[in-house]
C-alpha cells in the first residue's frame, strides 16, 4: 500500500493479488439476544475451505513462503485444509459445471482423482462380470469428491449398473438391468441428479448464499482484502471496474460495520488507548478501567458446543477472530452509547440502540495506509487529504533512486516517495509532525534541498507547458 494511492488505485492492486491466492479458512460468528438480559450468546464456527475441482477447470493458487511460516506458526493445520476443505466456487464457475453436467462432458482433472476412479473401475469391472442382477458389492476408503465422481464415472461407462453412497466413505454398487437402471434414474431417490451435485459442489458458497439472503449486518475488521474475497470466490470474479464492486458489495451485504474503523473512532472519542490489531483491541476493551460508568457491557457468552475459544485463545484462526470481531463491535457500540447519553443509558440496552450510535460508521470500511480514512460502499468515497507533498531537489549526489531516498528519510519518519523528474523526488506522508521535522532538518543539507510541492511549480507537465 501506498499514500500515494486513491481507493481506485488500491483497488486495481488489491484485485490482482486476490485473484492469485486462494481461501484457506474462514469464521463466522453469529449470536442470539436473549430477552430478559443484556446478554449474547455466541455461535463461532471454523471452516476450513479448498477450491472446487469437481469437473471445473482446475485451479491455481499461489502460497506465500511468508505466509505459510506465519500460519504454521499458529498452528494452522495444513492437513484439514488439503485434505477436509469445504469446497466452494463463485457464479462462473458453478454454470461451467452446470453445462458440462448437462451435456454429459464433465472430466475429471486431478491425477489423483484418476488412479482412484481406475482401482474402482478395475474392481466393479472384474466383479460384474460373474454377477447376478440385484448382486450388490462396496466400495470403501472414497472421500471428499471421489464418492460422487465414482459414480458419475460408473454409470457413464457401464448401463447395467446402479450406484448409492453409503454414509462419507462408501459407495454400493448394483448390478440391474437397463430398463431397471432407467427407472431409477428418473426417481426422486437418485443421489446423483444434477441439482445434487451442484449443491456439494458448491459447498460452503452455499452458506454465503444464506448471509446475502437474510441481509444481516456483516461485521468484520479491516476488511476490504475480506469483502474482495467473498466477492471473488463466492459470487463472481471481481470486476474491473472499482465502482461496479462497490455496488455489487452493497447489494450483497446492505449494511458492513468495520470495527477497526469504529474502534478509531473510540479511541478519537473516550481516550481509548491506540491498539494496532484486533487481539489487543480486544484485550483492552475487556479490561475493567475501560467500562464506563452506569449500566455494564452486555454480556457475551459462548454457546454450548463452542466453548472452545472461551477456554483457550487462538489468535489468527478465523472462527477465533470472528468472535472477538463481534465482541469489540458490542464493546464498542456500548461505549460510544454510554459517551452520547453521558452515561444515561437504561439498564438493558437494545441491538438496535447500538446500531443507531454506528449509524456514522456504517458501509465505511477502514483504508489503510491512505489518503481517504475510510471507503464509503454506500456513497462517493471522501476526497484524499494529505499533509502537504514535499519535494526533494538532488544536487550532486546523481543516480540517485527511489529506494535511496526511502532509506535516507526513514530513520527519522516513514514517507512514501515517488520519482517526479530526473533529480526530484515526491515525499508523501500522514502525519504533520514529521513533514515539519523534515522541512526543518534539511534546511542546510548539502545535497538535499526539500521544500513543500506545489503543483504550478514543481509539476513536469506544468513546466512543459509554461516552456
Same mark, same amino acid.
Given at each position: 500500500?501506498?499514500?500515494? $494511492?486513491?481507493? =481506485?488505485?488500491?483497488?486495481?492492486?488489491?484485485?490482482?493479488?486476490?485473484?492469485?491466492?486462494?481461501?484457506?479458512?474462514?469464521? +463466522?460468528?453469529?449470536?442470539?439476544?436473549?430477552?430478559?438480559?443484556?446478554?449474547?450468546?455466541?455461535?463461532?464456527? *471454523?471452516?476450513? #475451505?479448498?477450491?472446487?475441482?469437481?469437473?471445473?477447470?482446475?485451479?491455481?493458487?499461489?502460497?506465500?513462503?511468508?505466509?505459510?511460516?506465519?500460519?504454521?506458526?499458529?498452528?494452522?493445520?495444513?492437513?484439514?485444509?488439503?485434505?477436509?476443505?469445504?469446497?466452494?466456487?463463485?457464479?462462473?464457475?458453478?454454470?461451467?459445471?452446470?453445462?458440462?453436467?448437462?451435456?454429459?462432458?464433465?472430466?475429471? /482433472?486431478?491425477?489423483? $482423482?484418476?488412479?482412484?476412479?481406475?482401482?474402482?473401475?478395475?474392481?466393479?469391472?472384474?466383479?460384474?462380470?460373474?454377477?447376478?442382477?440385484?448382486?450388490?458389492?462396496?466400495?470403501?476408503?472414497?472421500?471428499?469428491?471421489?464418492?460422487?465422481?465414482?459414480?458419475?464415472? %460408473?454409470?457413464?461407462?457401464?448401463?447395467?449398473?446402479?450406484?448409492?453412497?453409503?454414509? $462419507?466413505?462408501?459407495?454400493?454398487?448394483?448390478?440391474?438391468?437397463?430398463?431397471?437402471?432407467?427407472?431409477?434414474?428418473?426417481?426422486?431417490?437418485?443421489?446423483?441428479?444434477?441439482?445434487?451435485?451442484? @449443491?456439494?459442489?458448491?459447498?460452503?458458497?452455499?452458506?454465503? !448464499?444464506?448471509?446475502?439472503?437474510?441481509?444481516?449486518?456483516?461485521?468484520?475488521? &479491516?476488511?476490504?482484502?475480506?469483502?474482495?474475497?467473498?466477492?471473488?470466490?463466492?459470487?463472481?470474479? #471481481?470486476?474491473?471496474?472499482?465502482?461496479?464492486?462497490?455496488?455489487?458489495?452493497?447489494? @450483497?451485504?446492505?449494511?458492513?460495520?468495520?470495527?477497526?474503523?469504529?474502534?478509531?473512532?473510540?479511541?478519537? +472519542?473516550?481516550?481509548?488507548? /491506540?491498539?494496532?490489531?484486533?487481539?489487543?483491541?480486544?484485550?483492552?476493551?475487556?479490561?475493567? &478501567?475501560?467500562?464506563?460508568?452506569?449500566?455494564?457491557?452486555?454480556?457475551?457468552?459462548?454457546?454450548?458446543?463452542?466453548?472452545?475459544?472461551?477456554?483457550?485463545?487462538?489468535?489468527?484462526?478465523?472462527?477465533? $477472530? =470472528?468472535?472477538?470481531?463481534?465482541?469489540?463491535?458490542?464493546?464498542?457500540?456500548?461505549?460510544?452509547?454510554?459517551?452520547?447519553?453521558?452515561?444515561?443509558?437504561?439498564?438493558?440496552?437494545?441491538?438496535?440502540?447500538?446500531?443507531?450510535?454506528?449509524?456514522?460508521?456504517?458501509? +465505511?470500511?477502514?483504508?489503510?495506509?491512505?489518503?481517504?480514512?475510510?471507503?464509503?460502499?454506500?456513497?462517493?468515497?471522501?476526497?484524499?487529504?494529505?499533509?502537504?507533498?514535499?519535494?526533494?531537489?538532488?544536487?550532486?549526489?546523481?543516480?540517485?533512486?527511489?529506494?535511496?531516498?526511502?532509506?535516507?528519510?526513514?530513520?527519522?519518519? /516513514?514517507?512514501?516517495?515517488? /520519482? %517526479?523528474?530526473? *533529480?526530484?523526488?515526491?515525499?508523501?506522508? &500522514? +502525519?504533520?509532525? !514529521?513533514?515539519?521535522?523534515?522541512?526543518?532538518?534539511?534546511?542546510?543539507?548539502?545535497?538535499?534541498?526539500?521544500?513543500?510541492?506545489?503543483?504550478?511549480?514543481?509539476?513536469?507537465?506544468? &513546466?512543459?507547458?509554461?516552456?
Amino acid at each position: 500500500p501506498s499514500l500515494f $494511492d486513491s481507493p =481506485a488505485e488500491r483497488y486495481v492492486k488489491a484485485r490482482e493479488s486476490v485473484q492469485r491466492f486462494t481461501l484457506v479458512q474462514l469464521g +463466522k460468528c453469529g449470536s442470539d439476544t436473549e430477552s430478559d438480559l443484556p446478554r449474547y450468546v455466541v455461535h463461532s464456527y *471454523n471452516f476450513f #475451505l479448498f477450491p472446487s475441482t469437481l469437473g471445473i477447470k482446475d485451479v491455481e493458487f499461489t502460497l506465500s513462503a511468508s505466509s505459510i511460516q506465519f500460519l504454521s506458526h499458529y498452528g494452522f493445520d495444513y492437513n484439514k485444509f488439503l485434505k477436509d476443505g469445504i469446497p466452494y466456487m463463485n457464479e462462473v464457475q458453478e454454470k461451467i459445471l452446470r453445462q458440462h453436467l448437462l451435456a454429459g462432458t464433465w472430466r475429471v /482433472r486431478s491425477n489423483a $482423482d484418476r488412479d482412484v476412479l481406475k482401482k474402482a473401475i478395475d474392481e466393479v469391472t472384474t466383479w460384474i462380470a460373474a454377477a447376478k442382477e440385484e448382486d450388490t458389492m462396496i466400495l470403501q476408503d472414497l472421500s471428499g469428491y471421489h464418492v460422487i465422481e465414482v459414480q458419475l464415472v %460408473l454409470r457413464q461407462a457401464l448401463e447395467n449398473v446402479w450406484t448409492e453412497p453409503l454414509g $462419507d466413505k462408501k459407495v454400493m454398487v448394483k448390478k440391474v438391468s437397463p430398463e431397471h437402471r432407467q427407472l431409477l434414474e428418473n426417481s426422486s431417490y437418485d443421489h446423483c441428479q444434477k441439482k445434487l451435485i451442484l @449443491l456439494s459442489a458448491r459447498g460452503f458458497t452455499n452458506l454465503f !448464499q444464506i448471509l446475502v439472503k437474510v441481509k444481516k449486518p456483516l461485521v468484520g475488521h &479491516n476488511m476490504l482484502m475480506d469483502l474482495m474475497h467473498l466477492h471473488d470466490k463466492f459470487y463472481r470474479p #471481481l470486476p474491473e471496474s472499482y465502482e461496479e464492486f462497490k455496488r455489487n458489495i452493497h447489494n @450483497l451485504f446492505p449494511v458492513i460495520i468495520d470495527t477497526k474503523t469504529v474502534t478509531k473512532s473510540v479511541q478519537k +472519542k473516550c481516550r481509548f488507548p /491506540r491498539v494496532s490489531n484486533l487481539v489487543e483491541a480486544y484485550a483492552v476493551l475487556c479490561s475493567s &478501567n475501560q467500562n464506563p460508568k452506569g449500566p455494564p457491557c452486555p454480556v457475551i457468552a459462548l454457546a454450548s458446543g463452542c466453548s472452545r475459544y472461551g477456554e483457550k485463545k487462538f489468535p489468527h484462526e478465523a472462527g477465533y $477472530d =470472528a468472535f472477538l470481531c463481534g465482541s469489540v463491535l458490542l464493546m464498542s457500540a456500548h461505549l460510544l452509547l454510554c459517551r452520547s447519553t453521558d452515561g444515561a443509558v437504561e439498564a438493558e440496552p437494545s441491538f438496535s440502540q447500538y446500531l443507531a450510535v454506528l449509524a456514522e460508521h456504517v458501509n +465505511k470500511v477502514n483504508f489503510i495506509r491512505g489518503g481517504v480514512s475510510s471507503i464509503n460502499f454506500s456513497g462517493e468515497d471522501s476526497p484524499c487529504r494529505h499533509p502537504p507533498a514535499l519535494v526533494v531537489h538532488v544536487r550532486g549526489w546523481p543516480g540517485l533512486t527511489e529506494g535511496q531516498i526511502y532509506q535516507e528519510f526513514k530513520a527519522r519518519c /516513514r514517507f512514501d516517495v515517488r /520519482r %517526479l523528474s530526473k *533529480n526530484q523526488f515526491i515525499l508523501l506522508s &500522514n +502525519k504533520y509532525k !514529521q513533514v515539519r521535522h523534515v522541512l526543518r532538518d534539511y534546511r542546510h543539507h548539502p545535497h538535499l534541498q526539500v521544500s513543500v510541492y506545489r503543483h504550478w511549480r514543481h509539476s513536469p507537465s506544468v &513546466n512543459c507547458l509554461l516552456q
